[in-house]
């Protein structure tokens, strides 16, 4: 038998809070969703200004992100080529998801929406606050 690493709510807490951190250094607020490795919703959190289509977007992204173990943007990238990919349930080929690893291995997914341009950076450094 394997034993794997999970994530924490504390983990998904300190990994915000260095997205957080990114996005404010840019006078922005994101919002923010992280999934666990099987794309279950561990946390969320929306400013006040933000739609609830920001929601399904982050989540969309750190699903697509847990679930392929690459940024969503690469999906982006892919279905470019080849469109049919668009059809892969839950999953969206839209920038600002990367994976989570821990010691290696695929944890969960870090997804951002809100902040255009600055959403796959921000969901990266959220990402690498865990092995912070």
């Known amino acids: 038998m394997r034993l794997k690493h999970v994530l924490t709510l504390a983990d998904?807490?300190?990994?915000?809070d260095a997205a957080r951190l990114k996005a404010?250094?840019?006078?922005?607020?994101?919002?923010?969703?992280?999934?666990d490795r099987g794309g279950a919703l561990l946390y969320l959190e929306r400013p006040d200004d933000h739609s609830s289509n920001s929601?399904?977007?982050a989540?969309?992204?750190?699903r697509t992100a847990a679930y392929r173990e690459r940024p969503s943007s690469a999906l982006e990238e892919r279905v470019k080529d080849r469109p049919g990919f668009l059809m892969t349930p839950n999953q969206i080929g839209v920038r600002g998801g990367v994976p989570i690893?821990?010691?290696g291995e695929c944890v969960g997914g870090f997804g951002v929406s809100g902040i255009?341009?600055?959403?796959e950076p921000v969901a990266k450094a959220g990402a690498e606050g865990l092995e912070a």
């Open 24 to 35: 404010n250094q840019h006078g922005l607020e994101a919002t923010i969703a992280i999934v």
């Open 116 to 119: 255009g341009e600055f959403d």
């Open 101 to 103: 690893f821990y010691k």
């Open 12 to 16: 998904a807490k300190l990994m915000a």
């Open 55 to 57: 929601v399904e977007m």
């Open 59 to 62: 989540t969309g992204k750190a």
